[in-house]
């Protein structure tokens, strides 16, 4: 491993400093470090940038590796942006919850120097790529989901939804999400949908608020095109990719399909999606 890309978030103020003496560290190792120029910016405040080298997002220049500090949205932005090239993205958490991270970055953490050292695997995650037919979509890609929701109104929307070019249903509530595996545990999990394992080949729908009691999260094939044609009283309804909204006009229609790539994710050898959901999410203990 040669250079890497460092991507964060510019709310985090109090981590600034670790920030720094990590960037140090990998230039101490021999490492070459190039860090987003916003993020930057934000780390020197009043201080020279000169001592690292800069990128801009929209610009990604050709790394081994890209770092992502902060928590989820911070890693699901980074892929975003480096998913395209197929470089890999270590988590690493400064947040709260960090579920998509491969741990945190402190004094007693050996998360660096074990991947720097190879002592890590690599896993493919599906992300989903979304257009409309009334308006571009700027950032069309999708890690964890793809959610359509109201807008101005608290009227139920009626999604018209065909799967693999053959009719599904009419959904109608308050709103429809497509999850990746990945996704499964953020809004999904939120909405009642099933927690899937985050290298399966599937995907999930999963109704918000739906006004049918028989209208459940559905498990599909994750090559599946998904159609969906959004109607309601208001003229425009939202679509969430990954936490970022586009309006809509209502009528119009969304086609929602695996990318033509994935989000390589790199985990440390000692993680596993058992433990991970235990640690991270409590899941079967007791909470009392």
């Not at 050709?62 to 500090?69: E, K, N, Q």
């Not at 037919?133 to 950032?139: K, M, R, T, Y």
């Not at 290298?199 to 559905?218: E, Q």
Request: aromatic letters at 6%.
């Amino acid at each position: 491993m040669k250079k890497l890309l460092i991507f964060g978030n510019t709310y985090q103020q109090e981590d600034a400093n670790k920030v720094l003496s990590l960037l140090e560290y990998l230039c101490g190792r021999g490492l070459s470090v190039a860090v987003e120029r916003n993020y930057l910016q934000f780390l020197c405040g009043d201080k020279p940038v000169d001592d690292y080298a800069s990128f801009e997002a929209e610009h990604v220049p050709d790394a081994d590796m890209a770092l992502s500090l902060g928590g989820d949205g911070t890693f699901l932005t980074t892929a975003m942006w480096v998913s395209p090239q197929g470089m890999p993205i270590l988590g690493i958490n400064l947040g709260h919850l960090g579920y998509l991270t491969a741990g945190h970055l402190d004094e007693k953490s050996s998360l660096i120097d074990d991947v720097l050292a190879g002592k890590y695997r690599i896993e493919e995650r599906t992300m989903l790529q979304v257009s409309c037919d009334a308006v571009e979509i700027p950032h069309p890609w999708a890690l964890n989901e793809v959610a359509i929701l109201r807008h101005d109104t608290s009227s139920m929307l009626d999604m018209e939804t065909n799967l693999r070019g053959r009719e599904l249903t009419v959904y109608r509530g308050d709103g429809l999400i497509v999850s990746t595996p990945t996704g499964s545990t953020a809004y999904n999990m939120s909405v009642g949908g099933p927690i899937l394992e985050p290298t399966t080949s599937c995907l999930v729908l999963a109704p918000i608020s739906p006004h049918s009691l028989t209208m459940r999260p559905l498990v599909v094939r994750d090559d599946s095109e998904i159609i969906v044609r959004t109607h309601s009283r208001a003229e425009r309804y939202e679509v969430s990719i990954d936490g970022e909204v586009t309006l809509c006009p209502t009528g119009s229609m969304l086609t929602i399909k695996r990318a033509p790539y994935c989000a390589r994710v790199v985990q440390l050898l000692s993680n596993n999606f058992a433990s991970t959901l235990r640690q991270k999410l409590l899941w079967g203990t007791d909470q009392r």
